[in-house]
């Protein structure tokens, strides 16, 4: 059984920091394609990164690059999403998402950003950022 447990969410003010965390189980980890997406109530989810832990590639949406990144420590089967110089904008539950065993090698960056991609999802975690 795939599963995805994020955490590490919080309140915090513009400006600040946070890393969220994806535990992964019931796959392989190391060769899957990842990725973090974020929703407001009421609002679409919106694509945050997309990466293949094969080899760390990852896309990023236009909102956050530079200021989130995303790393991977393979024998704790974590995915970890850093997000510096939050904003108010940022405000919304964070989630990890898995299609294991795959790597969308030739797929373009718009479509590894693509939530439909995606088969497996965690619950979310919740990021407040406050002005």
């Known amino acids: 059984l795939v599963q995805l447990v994020e955490s590490g969410g919080d309140s915090v003010e513009a400006g600040g920091s946070l890393t969220l965390s994806c535990v992964a189980s019931?796959?392989?980890?190391?060769?899957?394609?990842m990725g973090w997406f974020r929703q407001v109530s009421g609002k679409e989810r919106e694509a945050v990164s997309a990466?293949?832990?094969?080899?760390?590639?990852?896309y990023y949406a236009d909102s956050v690059k530079g200021r989130f990144t995303v790393s991977q420590d393979d024998p704790k089967a974590t995915l970890y999403l850093k997000l510096t110089n939050l904003k108010p904008e940022d405000t919304a539950m964070y989630y990890c998402?898995?299609?294991?065993?795959?790597?969308?090698?030739?797929?373009?960056?718009?479509?590894?950003?693509?939530?439909?991609?995606?088969?497996?999802w965690g619950q979310g975690t919740q990021v407040t950022v406050s002005s």
């Open positions: 998402a898995a299609t294991p065993g795959q790597y969308w090698r030739s797929v373009r960056a718009t479509d590894w950003l693509n939530q439909t991609m995606y088969g497996h």
């Open positions: 019931g796959y392989v980890f190391s060769t899957s394609q």
């Open positions: 990466t293949y832990t094969g080899n760390g590639r990852t």
